[in-house]
């Protein structure tokens, strides 16, 4: 019994690692692309990275551009 209630527990721990960094991975890829985005390909990958372009205010690139 003490054996089942262990490999349990030791499973779960091994999901909740994995659920862990798939958050971390997609909160790093959030922060990071647009960052990565405008050192690489400038404003105009940002306006294409948007849902709806006409959203897109003069405030938007400069805020992501800003240091």
């Not at 958050?23 to 990071?32: F, H, M, R, S």
Request: charge should be neutral.
């Amino acid at each position: 019994m003490c054996m089942f209630i262990v490999c349990a527990a030791m499973r779960m721990l091994e999901e909740m690692r994995d659920m862990v960094r798939l958050i971390y991975a997609k909160v790093l890829a959030a922060v990071l692309w647009p960052s990565l985005a405008v050192m690489l390909f400038g404003i105009p990958a940002i306006c294409n990275s948007w849902y709806d372009a006409s959203q897109i205010t003069d405030h938007v690139p400069q805020g992501y551009t800003k240091v």
